[in-house]
C-alpha cells in the first residue's frame, strides 16, 4: 500500500512521474484541501483514485478535532500599476500579483 499526505499536490510533475512508476496493490491518499488551482483536480482521481471520505471542517472544529478558525476578509486598494498588470495579466497569475501588493503589507499585524 502507498499512503500519501497532501494528495492534492499529485498533479505536479515530479509526484506524478513517482506515483506511476511505483507498482503498489493499493494507494491512500490524504488532504485537507482538494483543490488545486490549475484544475488538475481530476488527475488526482485518475493516479489515486476517486474521493471515498470527506469531513465537514466546521464540525471537526465544533467538535474539538482541530483548531478553530476565524476568517475576515480585507480589501486592499492597489496601486495603479499594480492593478493595470491585474487587469491585463493572464488568470493564473492574477493570484500572485495580488499577493504582492505593496500596499497591503502590514494588514497582517493591525
Known amino acids: ?11 505536479a ?15 491512500l491518499g490524504l488532504t ?3 483543490v488545486h488551482e ?13 474521493k471515498l471520505y470527506e469531513a465537514n471542517w466546521m464540525d ?9 478558525v476565524q ?9 495603479p500599476k499594480f492593478y493595470k498588470a491585474y487587469l491585463e495579466g493572464q488568470t493564473c497569475k492574477k493570484p500572485l500579483i495580488y499577493v504582492i501588493n505593496q500596499t497591503s503589507s502590514g494588514i497582517a499585524s493591525t
Open 32 to 34: 485537507a484541501t482538494l
Open 60 to 68: 471537526l472544529a465544533n467538535n474539538g478535532h482541530i483548531a478553530t
Open 71 to 79: 476568517c475576515a476578509e480585507v480589501w486592499c486598494e492597489m496601486t
Open 1 to 11: 500500500m502507498m499512503l500519501l499526505d497532501e494528495v492534492h499536490l499529485m498533479p
Open 13 to 27: 510533475k515530479m509526484f506524478r512521474s513517482v506515483v506511476s512508476h511505483i507498482a503498489v496493490h493499493s494507494k
Open 38 to 50: 490549475d484544475n488538475k483536480i481530476d488527475d488526482v482521481n485518475f493516479l489515486i483514485g476517486p
